[in-house]
């Protein structure tokens, strides 16, 4: 990805992260806020809806009871007991007028609450049945002997009959397998009114409630709750066998969740539950939630576009301040950039402007000192080599003539002929890679003269593609001189010198190894620490001058790389780029 279009999203990104950290705190308090809120809604509506189930279970149990009072007490009534043993040998009178006086009880048993349809006494000796609603009457022997069974009613007191509940209290409560009881007292319970009052705990029209036997042989639901009676039973069930007695929890029936409050009755041995839908309940946090999600959803968009304005305003200009950067790095110090607004990037544009005007005096400056640096070191080099290279030369050649060699003085003079034309060529501070490597070998011929006893020197061939590639002059012979004069210097015999080339990757790696035995580990990390530092030494040698120019000329990945070679003498490898162009890594190389 390129770089103006990297630093595009990376403003962007960074603008609309900012933002978004900014902002999380707030979302974060809000979104908690919401949640206490509506944690304290749900704990309200369940103290309600406890508080509610309790305030209707109370007057119920204290209803029934009076009424299960009143029914007990009917029992020990001598009209009763006369007319249940004794009717035969009553008389007519005396029947009529028990069975008026237990009729006037009935009506006030009934009359005792508004949950009661009907009170009855059935006498199966008098063959009659005395009730609130139709007198005296024969017995529904249906209802007689389905509701003479004892049912444990001192635990549960209901019985259900027929779609019907009752409370009924037949004496002797345990009668003889081969009779029935001596009487009957029943009390039919209003199952309408009792549904009445249910539908009084909740004034939601979607909410119900339900009492229920905790034997599930009968319940009562208000009009709302006939749907879900079947639902509960199961979850109800489970709540009676966990031991709870009363509570408020989250329950689903169906599509929805519902509030279901319950309390469990040890008195009439049944659980009042109500239930609302919590749609209907938190209806208004819902709405809240669905606006702070939109809300939120705004602020995103709002902070996204609010970002790309502020990027927009910035990306501009900071898009001409990075194009001209780019244009330095490529080495354009004369891309100017302006500015017509007055703020911050137009202070930045001057100071580019001046920097650049700056840097291009310190280019001009830098270069115009390293070339003369280099100038001069070249000609230190030709300085140091000439004098020095005279003085063997002519003692070998007189030691040549005074053995009237002829041939011999013939071709060394032709050598140093050579020699000299190309060292004193100033003109050309560059040569192609097969001049210098000739001239290398001309160098080897005339030490040759000298050394050819006791130093062999191999040169491998110039592959063809190397030929024309441009390098510094005198780069190839100061290393091959350093290998006679230091690396072999004390070798009395068998020394070796060896020139090799080779390409490795986009660089052409020329290395001389000897065989010398006099380079200490001491030394080499010496040469080599020498060649690394920027601090220029006070005098050169021929290896940090040939590193030092190769480096102004090509930059700093190229120059020359000292490690000990197989042979344990000196190896030293001189680095040129393959297309002997120099890289834009330094100023001087520009």
Same mark, same amino acid.
């Given at each position: ?248 929890? /989250? *329950?689903?029936?169906? !599509? ?8 469990? $009755?040890? #008195?009439?041995? @049944? ?121 063997? /030369? *002519?003692?070998?050649? !007189? ?8 041939? $011999?003085? #013939?071709?060394? @003079? ?121 601090? /220029? ?54």
């Amino acid at each position: 990805m390129p770089l103006i279009k990297r630093l595009k999203w990376n403003i962007y990104l960074r603008l609309v992260l900012t933002f978004m950290f900014v902002l999380t705190p707030l979302y974060a308090v809000t979104t908690q806020m919401n949640r206490v809120g509506e944690k304290s809604v749900k704990e309200e509506i369940a103290n309600s809806m406890l508080a509610k189930v309790h305030f209707y279970m109370a007057p119920l149990e204290l209803d029934f009871s009076k009424v299960m009072l009143l029914g007990r007490q009917v029992i020990p009534d001598d009209d009763i007991g006369k007319l249940s043993v004794a009717a035969s040998v009553m008389t007519d009178y005396e029947r009529t007028r028990a069975m008026l006086r237990l009729q006037k009880q009935m009506v006030l048993l009934k009359t005792s609450s508004s949950y009661i349809t009907n009170a009855s006494i059935h006498i199966p000796m008098l063959g009659r049945s005395i009730s609130s609603n139709d007198e005296v009457g024969h017995i529904p022997l249906d209802e007689f002997r389905a509701l003479s069974v004892p049912s444990g009613r001192y635990n549960s007191p209901f019985a259900a009959w027929d779609n019907r509940l009752f409370i009924s209290y037949p004496y002797p409560e345990y009668a003889l397998p081969e009779g029935p009881p001596s009487f009957l007292v029943d009390i039919e319970i209003s199952k309408t009114a009792i549904g009445q009052m249910l539908g009084k705990i909740t004034d939601n029209a979607d909410g119900g409630a339900l009492l229920l036997d905790n034997h599930f042989r009968w319940s009562i639901a208000s009009e709302s709750g006939m749907e879900t009676e079947s639902m509960l039973r199961e979850w109800v069930a489970g709540k009676i066998n966990s031991g709870a007695t009363k509570g408020v929890e /989250s *329950f689903k029936i169906g !599509s929805q969740r519902y509030f279901i409050g319950y309390e469990n $009755s040890a #008195t009439l041995d @049944a659980t009042l539950i109500t239930y609302l839908p919590e749609k209907s309940v938190l209806g208004p946090l819902d709405t809240y939630r669905v606006w702070f999600w939109i809300f939120s959803i705004i602020s995103i968009f709002i902070v996204v576009y609010f970002s790309y304005v502020i990027y927009r305003l910035i990306h501009r200009p900071l898009r001409t301040l990075v194009r001209a950067f780019r244009a330095v790095e490529q080495g354009n110090f004369s891309h100017t950039v302006s500015y017509r607004f007055k703020d911050e990037f137009s202070y930045l544009y001057s100071q580019f402007n001046a920097m650049l005007e700056h840097i291009r005096v310190l280019i001009h400056e830098v270069y115009e000192q390293k070339y003369r640096a280099q100038v001069s070191e070249f000609r230190q080099l030709q300085a140091q080599i000439n004098p020095h290279f005279l003085y063997n /030369s *002519f003692f070998t050649l !007189s030691r040549i003539a005074k053995n009237e060699d002829y041939e $011999s003085v #013939t071709k060394f @003079a032709q050598y140093l002929g050579q020699y000299f034309q190309f060292i004193t060529r100033d003109g050309a501070r560059e040569v192609s890679l097969e001049a210098e490597w000739n001239f290398a070998k001309t160098f080897v011929d005339i030490q040759a003269f000298r050394f050819s006893l006791r130093i062999e020197v191999k040169f491998a061939d110039l592959p063809p593609a190397f030929r024309k590639l441009n390098l510094p002059r005198l780069t190839l012979q100061p290393i091959i001189e350093n290998a006679y004069n230091h690396g072999l210097a004390n070798k009395k015999k068998d020394g070796l010198i060896e020139v090799t080339i080779a390409e490795r990757e986009d660089q052409v790696t020329i290395t001389v190894e000897d065989n010398g035995d006099e380079l200490s580990d001491g030394c080499l990390r010496e040469l080599q620490a020498k060649l690394l530092s920027e601090r /220029s030494p006070l005098e050169t040698t021929g290896l940090i001058n040939v590193h030092r120019r190769i480096q102004l000329q090509f930059g700093e990945r190229f120059g020359l790389r000292l490690a000990r070679g197989r042979w344990g003498g000196l190896r030293v490898e001189i680095a040129i780029p393959m297309e002997g162009k120099a890289e834009n890594v330094s100023l001087a190389g520009r």
